[in-house]
């Protein structure tokens, strides 16, 4: 069917905004090939590589004979050479993009709208791919920081608190007692073992010398002697024991 005055009008302005993406399909049905701007841009093409084509979507609407004061016919598809655009899948996510014009269908009813309409859908999906986009990278950020933090355990302590503190101070004192007492013993053994070496090696003239009681006990001559610091002559002391 011809278009009526008011839609002719809007066509023309339509080709004047896109003049090379406004399509005619039909006496009253027409296409705009809609670019998307992707979450994230490509990389540059390496040299000899074609560039990477940007997503892309086409709107499709066909004027009823009463439109503006009625709705359009409305629907979007991918262009056949390309692939969906990243983060949408058509199959799931078409009718709720189509739901997303109700509202402003219905708010523009008597009004030229298709240029509106366009715009709205161009937003909402770039929208939905920009959402998805940041959920997948915020769960990888989640997961790559979990395995920071787990990373991180290894090379933390125990949380120090006043109970913990005081069990391992007790425990500690408790080990370095052990260890002086350990080596006040050791080196009590070592001196006893090396006095007794002394006294076994005396020549004749060593023996006569004086040793007190102290000395006597250390190096295992003392016998009914009491320990003090009163003076032994050593060949006194030999001739008593053979006796």
């Known amino acids: 069917m011809p278009l009526n005055e008011e839609q002719q009008q809007e066509i023309e ?20 090939l809609l670019t998307l701007d992707p979450p994230v841009q490509p990389p540059p093409p390496a040299d000899g590589e074609d560039e990477e084509e940007p997503p892309q979507i ?13 709705a359009p016919i409305i ?21 709720a993009l189509l739901a997303t ?5 219905e708010e523009n009813l008597g009004f030229a709208m298709i240029f509106t309409l366009v715009t709205m859908m161009k937003d909402s999906c770039e929208s939905l791919m920009a959402s998805r986009h ?9 997961e790559k920081r979990k395995l920071e933090e787990k990373e991180m355990e290894k090379f933390r ?10 069990e391992w101070r007790n425990r500690f004192v408790a080990e370095m ?38 000395q006597l006990w250390t190096m295992g001559l003392a016998g009914t002697y009491d320990e003090g610091d009163e003076e032994v002559d050593v060949g006194k002391l030999s001739l008593e024991e053979k006796k």
Request: net charge negative; charged share 40%; hydrophobic share 30%.
């Open 157 to 166: 302590g125990t949380k120090v608190t006043r109970e913990s503190f005081l």
């Open 134 to 142: 940041n959920a997948i990278e915020a769960a990888r950020e989640a």
């Open 75 to 95: 629907d979007i598809s991918i262009p056949h050479e390309h692939a969906s655009p990243p983060y949408l899948d058509f199959s799931e996510d078409k009718d």
């Open 58 to 70: 086409i709107f499709r609407f066909k004027y009823p004979p009463k439109y503006p004061d009625v």
């Open 101 to 105: 014009l109700t509202d402003a269908i």
């Open 13 to 32: 302005v339509l080709e004047s905004i896109y003049p090379d993406e406004l399509t005619a399909v039909g006496e009253d049905e027409y296409t705009i």
């Open 177 to 214: 007692e052990e260890k002086r007492r350990a080596e006040e013993k050791a080196r009590e053994e070592e001196e006893l073992k090396a006095t007794r070496g002394k006294s076994a090696n005396l020549t004749s003239g060593e023996k006569t010398r004086k040793l007190t009681g102290k």
